[in-house]
T-cell receptor, first 113, second 112 residues
Framework: AQSVTQLDSQVPVFEEAPVELRCNYS??????LFWYVQYPNQGLQLLLK??????LVKGINGFEAEFNKSQTSFHLRKPSVHISDTAEYFC???????????FGAGTRLFVKA | SQTIHQWPATLVQPVGSPLSLECTVE??????LYWYRQAAGRGLQLLFY??????ISSEVPQNLSASRPQDRQFILSSKKLLLSDSGFYLC???????????FGPGTRLTVT
């Protein structure tokens, strides 16, 4: 069975500082990996995804993530955050059949001025 | 891309009453459809998924059931609500080549 662990429930950071949100997964089969973002009072939207190819994936709003198969990780990074990045971020894993997507518990990123 | 319509936005129901939440999909045919429950600090819990009309897979045994009477319609039901059924329910569509999932606006259910 697949599972996703987001290692930090909350990450406070100052504006313009770098940030890394950690995600580890477990699966016995090949997977696709995703990061979704939920801004306050809004629905979830896709931030970026890894299906194949380059292990460094770039998404919207300056975010990127790196797939590390040996460490079964898919950490999300941004070199300089803005107040508007304050949101909850969800890591997700899908089997390559695409039938089921399992989500992590979420990491709340709080950017302070 | 898909657009997921979900209603109502909020619902307050007494314990023991029935439940019916409806979700419809626009912009695609034969989508995979999912019901998730979102709880603070616990992420999204997959409740049911369906890959076609009449096909339902249950992930978590509980007081709820799901049905898919039409290709683009997905319904979450209960015969008798429990207090523990309170939560935020999301209908989600997926299954395209992008493997992306599309989220409905959600229903906040409070069982009193």
């Amino acid at each position: 069975a697949q599972s996703v662990t987001q290692l930090d429930s909350q990450v406070p950071v100052f504006e313009e500082a770098p940030v890394e949100l950690r995600c580890n997964y477990s699966s016995s089969v090949s997977v696709y990996l995703f990061w979704y973002v939920q801004y306050p009072n809004q629905g979830l939207q896709l931030l970026l995804k890894y299906l194949s190819g380059s292990t460094l994936v770039k998404g919207i709003n300056g975010f990127e993530a790196e797939f590390n198969k040996s460490q079964t990780s898919f950490h999300l990074r941004k070199p300089s955050v803005h107040i508007s990045d304050t949101a909850e971020y969800f890591c997700a894993v899908s089997d390559t059949g695409g039938f089921k997507t399992i989500f992590g518990a979420g990491t709340r990123l709080f950017v302070k001025a | 891309s898909q657009t997921i319509h979900q209603w109502p936005a909020t619902l307050v129901q007494p314990v023991g009453s029935p439940l019916s939440l409806e979700c419809t999909v626009e912009g695609t045919s034969n989508p995979n459809l999912y019901w998730y429950r979102q709880a603070a600090g616990r992420g999204l819990q997959l409740l049911f998924y369906s890959v076609g009309i009449g096909q339902i897979s249950s992930e978590v045994p509980q007081n709820l059931s799901a049905s898919r009477p039409q290709d683009r319609q997905f319904i979450l039901s209960s015969k008798k609500l429990l207090l523990s059924d309170s939560g935020f329910y999301l209908c989600v569509g997926g299954g395209g080549f992008s493997y992306e999932q599309y989220f409905g606006p959600g229903t906040r259910l409070t069982v009193t």
